[in-house]
């Protein structure tokens, strides 16, 4: 078992912009740095690197620019956003096992002033050959399909999509670092942007960001000899369900919902011994507000279809029955691929949140949907 055999000890970030004028591998270098500052640790203590296989920075070139020695330990998750966690749930099997001390796991892009994830491209992949010709050529106009199938399901509308996007701007607003920060907005603002792919609106879109992030792993034992309160992995998770392809998963009898997302969640609980309730934040990823609805369904939050009633009264907001992203997540501080997520459960974890949730409950992190996912659950130490 790997659960509370390995903890954060350290987390950094760059600034987030929407034009970092500079190099990938220069935020990533900078991100790591802090990471590593932040541990009370330097590179020469680092042996292990993984990052997503869309990070346009090879281990070699970062391990070479930060000083870091010999590596044991490297490696790449694949499928965009769905690898933030896995990233360090590989670094949880290679500390665990032996194979590395300390594990960075970092992720750096250039999403807005370099290549925008939004915009159609060709695609080499030749499942795609069914789908772009029909117009689904972006992210947005294919989670188009499952959000509309979704209302139709549960009896839902949009405003229930605009609730999540109010509250995370909310969040955002309070929180310095956040690229919103001060620009609240109302549900009125939400039903005024303009359609990017009906029932889609441009607040139901992330950000678009510039920016790197970083976090350091290594085993509970060390962990607790470094300057910064560890944030203890109860549980890292990864997960593919029947079906799998890229945010419409036609292939499946039914696209209204996330079945790896089901497949993760099953594992947190299991590893942790924790249950939904016990939760008292959740960073759930945020890259289109339908999927925060069906992420909440599916990890056991509330029944299918119930979730537009939970996040109904502020449920999702900070005094709210379970707070979902208090920095703001992708849609109010940062679209790093999930990793500022990662960052903001740790500063939970630690009680140094801007926007901290009271309690001492664990803190649930999700990565990317509509893809192979995964999730962790972290705590503090006893």
Not at 261 to 269: E, P
Not at 275 to 289: E, G, N, S
Not at 332 to 339: D, L, R, S
Not at 364 to 371: C, E, I, M
């Amino acid at each position: 078992m790997i659960s509370r055999t390995a903890a954060i000890a350290g987390i950094g970030a760059t600034e987030f912009s929407k034009d970092s004028g500079r190099s990938e591998l220069r935020l990533a270098v900078e991100a790591i740095r802090a990471a590593l500052d932040d541990a009370g640790l330097r590179p020469a203590d680092v042996s292990g690197l993984v990052t997503f296989t869309m990070d346009n920075n090879s281990e070699i070139a970062v391990a070479r620019e930060l000083g870091i020695g010999e590596l044991t330990f490297l490696t790449r998750i694949g499928y965009g956003g769905g690898a933030a966690c896995a990233i360090v749930q590989q670094a949880v099997l290679a500390v665990t096992a032996g194979l590395a001390d300390v594990v960075v796991c970092y992720r750096a892009l250039n999403e807005r002033s370099g290549r925008r994830f939004g915009q159609a491209y060709a695609s080499p992949d030749t499942d795609a050959g069914w789908h772009v010709p029909t117009g689904l050529a972006t992210p947005a106009a294919q989670v188009a399909m499952v959000a509309r199938r979704y209302l139709h399901d549960h009896g839902a509308s949009t405003d229930d999509f605009g609730r999540v996007t109010v509250a995370a701007r909310r969040h955002a607003a309070t929180n310095p670092h956040a690229w919103f920060h001060g620009r609240p907005i109302t549900l009125d603002d939400h039903r005024a942007s303009r359609w990017i792919a009906e029932p889609l609106r441009l607040l139901d879109c992330c950000q678009e960001s510039d920016g790197a992030v970083a976090v350091v792993v290594t085993t509970v034992d060390r962990a607790r000899d470094l300057p910064r309160p560890p944030a203890v992995i109860a549980a890292a998770a990864q997960g593919s369900g029947p079906g799998q392809f890229v945010m419409t998963s036609y292939y499946r009898p039914t696209v209204a919902g996330l079945p790896e997302i089901a497949v993760t969640g099953r594992q947190i609980w299991a590893q942790s011994g924790y249950r939904p309730a016990d939760v008292r934040t959740a960073m759930l990823y945020d890259h289109f507000t339908p999927y925060v609805l069906m992420q909440l369904e599916e990890l056991g939050f509330c029944a299918p279809g119930e979730a537009r009633h939970l996040i109904a009264d502020d449920g999702i907001e900070l005094d709210g029955r379970l707070p979902v992203n208090p920095h703001g997540g992708q849609l109010g501080e940062a679209y790093i691929h999930g990793m500022n997520g990662i960052a903001e459960a740790v500063r939970q974890v630690r009680g140094t949140a801007v926007n901290q949730v009271p309690g001492g409950g664990p803190v649930l992190v999700t990565a990317g949907t509509g893809v192979p996912t995964s999730a962790l659950l972290l705590e503090a130490t006893p």
